[in-house]
């Protein structure tokens, strides 16, 4: 019997996915990828993938999703994603647009064509301002003399990275078996920055 496939994406651990959560129904087989980034290719995310594989096999009668930007950042991915669920005649329904991306027939309407394209557009132009935003940022930053980043071109030592103040206490707390959302807290930064020191650890063991 086929599904309705939710599928739920968060650009970090530490983002609030209740609103997604919120909106499922009984019955509704689940796809989740959390602390995946927008700008990820739909096809590369574990979540993403299983979905497509399910639609593949059949299971899945529709996919809804809360926005459409959960799809994804870049307009081109997006719409690639879309094309590939129509191939199989599954419609999309967007929970917080109000859209549906086929009719009962199976074709996509004038309407949902212009909304997705329109939606996918605004999603693309909401990350580059929201880069912007943060470029301007560091850029003060260096200015005001409160951000001193890399010098171009150089390279820092594992030596050197390891013996930051703030690379000991995590390590100190990984090693304590504490999590990463806790130790994004006592810290104070953000998860990929764990992942990071994480990689670079297993890498030289």
């Known amino acids: 019997?086929?599904?309705?496939?939710y599928y739920l994406r968060t650009s970090h651990y530490l983002q609030n996915i209740i609103t997604q959560v919120d909106k499922i129904e009984d019955g509704w087989r689940i796809y989740k990828d959390?602390?995946?980034?927008?700008?990820t290719?739909?096809?590369d995310r574990a979540g993403g993938k299983k979905l497509l594989e399910d639609i593949q096999k059949g299971k899945i009668s529709q996919v809804v999703v809360l926005r459409i930007d959960r799809l994804g950042r870049n307009t081109t991915d997006i719409l690639n994603t879309i094309k590939l669920i129509h191939k199989?005649?599954?419609?999309?329904r967007s929970i917080s647009e109000g859209i549906t991306t086929l009719d009962e027939n199976g074709r996509e309407t004038p309407m949902s064509n212009l909304l997705i394209n329109l939606l996918s557009s605004l999603s693309e132009?909401?990350?580059h301002q929201t880069r912007e935003k943060t470029l301007e940022g560091i850029h003060r930053g260096k200015l005001d003399g409160r951000f001193s980043g890399r010098v171009p071109g150089s390279v820092e030592t594992l030596d050197k990275f390891r013996n930051k103040h703030k690379v000991k206490k995590i390590i100190e707390?990984?090693?304590?078996?504490?999590g990463v959302r806790k130790i994004c807290r006592i810290v104070e930064c953000s998860p990929n920055y764990i992942y990071k020191v994480k990689e670079k650890l297993e890498l030289n063991n």
């Open 1 to 5: 019997m086929k599904q309705i496939g």
């Open 34 to 39: 959390e602390g995946v980034s927008g700008r």
């Open 41 to 43: 290719s739909f096809t």
């Open 88 to 92: 199989y005649q599954i419609p999309i």
């Open 125 to 127: 132009f909401q990350y």
């Open 173 to 178: 707390l990984l090693g304590s078996g504490i």
